[in-house]
């Protein structure tokens, strides 16, 4: 009998290079995940040292303790003052503060002065505001921070003056629609960025947008792009640009980030990529085209000596063979696939056996490999 949609998952072999975990859809963490997180642990038991310390010495006793804004907690400088329906920051943060949460409030605008005197402020979060407004100056005090997490407000552009300390920027689920030349000048040393959920088009990046940057992670998903936007840094690592209405790939789009290693392309309307699109990318390990409009399994894929986990599921794929993702004779793969979704395609079980056959015969004189998971 035919099966015309057999839902497939194969489960190949286990990686000979440890394999970096899979993509999950991004969720914005709170100001509290983040400490968890992402603290340096050198700093968080700096923290926990100094906060000891000063107890023993009993430096501050009565009225010489800090001053903590009403409403809020403060401890180990850490100042969290979120879900207090605040309109504005408060004032009396104390000076020595390091980590400040003022996420979930009602603030709509950022003033000149709302931070000052932060000079060791590491991370700010805002998340969950209705900030649109942010002076020219208001970042100018805070030349150590790093983390400046921005997401959920009503933001339009990106804040001028960010400090040239800050190694993080998250400003999702805005109302950003353009991003002008120069909108990260002097942000050397940032690394990631996430912009999702913005009703951004290509045409509102401006050449130049990103010039000086040397990003290891950009995330513009569930944006409006009709492509890979041009001039991304080519220092990035991971690219997610998901739920988006890309519907081509083309041979120049790809050809600038030698350093990937992770892809993200899911839900877009992409029915081709044109062929050597992916044979810019020698360090791919992992690759996103789900729930896409693919007719057939992209060309190159065996060729990429580091590619271990493809998703195809949720695609029109309906012909597939050995040949689709690893190389014959001389071109040996150097690492393993960890999986290959192609399940909810209109391809023929038979198929699928006969390539799981050939490549079990293909791998089995150097790895023992896994039996194939079947989800009817």
């Not at 409403?71 to 390091?98: A, F, M, W, Y």
């Not at 001028?160 to 353009?178: A, G, M, Q, T, W």
């Not at 088009?201 to 000086?212: D, I, L, M, V």
Request: proline fraction near 6%; aromatic fraction near 8%.
């Amino acid at each position: 009998m035919v099966i015309q949609y057999l839902p497939v998952l194969l489960l190949l072999c286990v990686s000979v290079l440890g394999a970096r975990a899979p993509a999950l859809p991004f969720e914005q963490k709170t100001f509290l995940d983040f400490s968890l997180d992402h603290l340096d642990s050198n700093l968080l038991s700096a923290f926990m040292r100094d906060q000891e310390e000063e107890e023993g010495s009993g430096a501050h006793t009565g009225a010489q303790e800090p001053t903590c804004p009403f409403g809020c907690r403060c401890q180990l400088r850490v100042v969290q003052c979120s879900d207090l329906g605040l309109s504005e920051v408060p004032e009396g943060i104390p000076l020595d503060t390091k980590f400040l949460d003022l996420q979930n409030n009602r603030i709509s605008e950022l003033k000149e002065h709302d931070f000052r005197g932060l000079t060791n402020l590491y991370a700010l979060s805002l998340v969950n505001n209705r900030i649109s407004k942010v002076h020219s100056r208001t970042f100018s005090p805070l030349k150590q921070m790093q983390k400046l997490y921005f997401s959920r407000n009503h933001l339009t552009t990106i804040p001028r003056n960010l400090p040239s300390s800050l190694v993080e920027l998250r400003v999702h689920d805005n109302h950003i629609r353009k991003v002008p030349a120069g909108a990260f000048s002097g942000l050397s040393r940032m690394n990631c960025i996430e912009m999702g959920s913005n009703p951004i088009q290509n045409s509102g990046f401006e050449p130049g947008a990103f010039r000086g940057l040397k990003l290891n992670y950009l995330r513009i998903s569930e944006a409006k792009l009709s492509g890979v936007p041009k001039d991304l840094p080519d220092t990035l690592q991971e690219l997610h640009l998901d739920n988006n209405q890309i519907q081509t790939l083309e041979l120049e789009d790809l050809k600038r980030y030698k350093e990937l290693y992770r892809l993200g392309l899911a839900y877009n309307h992409i029915r081709n990529l044109e062929a050597g699109s992916l044979a810019f990318l020698p360090r791919l390990m992992e690759l996103h085209l789900e729930n896409n409009r693919l007719t057939r399994v992209p060309a190159g894929l065996q060729n990429m000596k580091y590619l271990q986990m493809v998703y195809l599921h949720a695609n029109n794929i309906t012909d597939v063979g050995v040949d689709d993702f690893c190389p014959r004779g001389s071109g040996m793969k150097k690492t393993f696939y960890n999986g290959i979704s192609l399940f909810d395609n209109p391809v023929k079980y038979w198929e699928v056996m006969e390539v799981l056959t050939e490549l079990h015969k293909y791998y089995s004189p150097f790895q023992q490999m896994d039996l194939p998971f079947f989800q009817l």
